[in-house]
């Protein structure tokens, strides 16, 4: 075996002896022992290929032990402990297909046959419950609504938030220092571009979220005026749903006249069923945030400004400089998170992107300064 495959599994390996003992401290935070049983069995399955790769390895004559968690694994722990486990179902949903993607290419790499099972673990989780009694569709909606609302997405979008606010107004400040010394002229537009930054980014949240709310709402007493004015064609809709499913005609009819015996019943299968709607969307609050997204544009958006509170002239740019090639670096960091990339790589490659967008503004800064001067 050469050295790039190698690498490769061990990463693979490292992958799946995260994703088991994420999943296992996400068991051990679930109340509900059904879906504790599901991440419990996705668990077993990743602990199982991580065995499988390691066996592989071993049998090539490589020396290789089966890993401790990550520093990745145990920081998302940690933030599941302080925020809640319901953030870190998301990452752990959206890292699957990436997962499945390492194995094919693995699989690939050494003429295994693709079977087809490699797929994400949303797929895993669906043919779980369906063989297991004690979980109904009801929690797997809240398995699946909980990723949607408040995981993997929400986690990315507080980091992104900081960073747009840290590089935006990064390059507003040396743009301003390029074209003048003056310290009230860079803590001016800095402030301005603070405010004005996290304003934007507040309202854009608070009608993003307020406009899908509205629409769904809208949608949903749609269906509820159609169930009532129409029932024998809802009826009709609900079964074809079932047989859809694979369900046998027949039996699909008759559990749709079951279903249409509580309209409320009827009314949460249509939604979810027929229209996409996750009720669990709908108790997000458009304020919250607007809230989080002004804070954390704020929280970025201070760091390259804050040396110009107590000085001016080169030394707070270089201090300005300074406070933001760290922050840079940190949010990289802090993106590997999502991605499983090297610190190093993510964090270094933020440096030299916001670092190159700060110069491009500073030069045009300058030009302009001398243009003004002249």
Do not use: C
């Not at 990463?11 to 991440?39: C, M, R």
């Not at 571009?193 to 709310?213: C, D, F, P, R, T």
């Not at 019943?265 to 996750?278: F, P, R, T």
């Not at 800064?365 to 001398?370: H, S």
């Amino acid at each position: 075996m050469s050295t790039q495959p190698v690498k490769n599994f061990s990463a693979s390996v490292q992958t799946e002896v995260d994703a088991a003992f994420l999943y296992e401290k996400i068991a051990g935070a679930e109340k509900d022992p059904g879906i504790a049983g599901i991440f419990r069995s996705l668990a077993e399955i990743e602990h199982g290929h991580a065995a499988k790769m390691l066996e592989r390895l071993q049998l090539e004559g490589t020396p290789f032990v089966l890993p401790q968690p990550s520093w990745r694994a145990r920081v998302l722990n940690r933030i599941g402990k302080i925020f809640g486990y319901d953030y870190i179902i998301g990452v752990m949903m959206d890292t699957e297909k990436s997962i499945a993607q390492a194995i094919v290419r693995q699989k690939e790499a050494g003429k295994i046959p693709v079977t087809g099972e490699e797929g994400n673990h949303v797929k895993i989780l669906q043919s779980l419950l369906s063989n297991k009694h004690k979980v109904s569709g009801e929690e797997l909606s809240r398995i699946e609504g909980r990723h949607k609302t408040v995981g993997g997405n929400a986690l990315r979008a507080a980091v992104l938030g900081a960073n747009d606010g840290l590089v935006s107004n990064l390059s507003l400040v040396m743009g301003v220092a390029g074209a003048t010394s003056g310290q009230s002229e860079i803590l001016l537009a800095g402030s301005a571009g603070l405010l004005a930054g996290a304003l934007s980014m507040a309202l854009g949240e608070w009608i993003s979220v307020k406009s899908s709310q509205e629409l769904y709402e809208r949608q949903m007493a749609l269906e509820m005026d159609e169930i009532i004015a129409n029932p024998e064609g809802e009826v009709r809709e609900i079964a074809l749903i079932y047989i859809a499913k694979g369900i046998p005609e027949a039996q699909a009819h008759d559990m749709a006249q079951k279903a249409m015996s509580n309209k409320d019943d009827a009314h949460a299968l249509l939604i979810k069923e027929e229209l996409g709607i996750n009720p669990e969307e709908l108790k997000s609050s458009a304020w919250e945030a607007a809230i989080t997204s002004f804070i954390l544009f704020a929280i970025g958006a201070i760091i390259p400004l804050a040396p110009f509170f107590w000085g001016g002239g080169s030394v707070a740019i270089l201090l300005s400089v300074g406070f933001s090639t760290l922050g840079l670096f940190i949010i990289g960091s802090a993106i590997t998170l999502f991605t499983g990339k090297s610190i190093w790589f993510s964090g270094g490659r933020q440096v030299i992107f916001g670092l190159m967008a700060a110069a491009i503004t500073f030069g045009i800064g300058k030009l302009v300064g001398v243009s003004i001067a002249g």
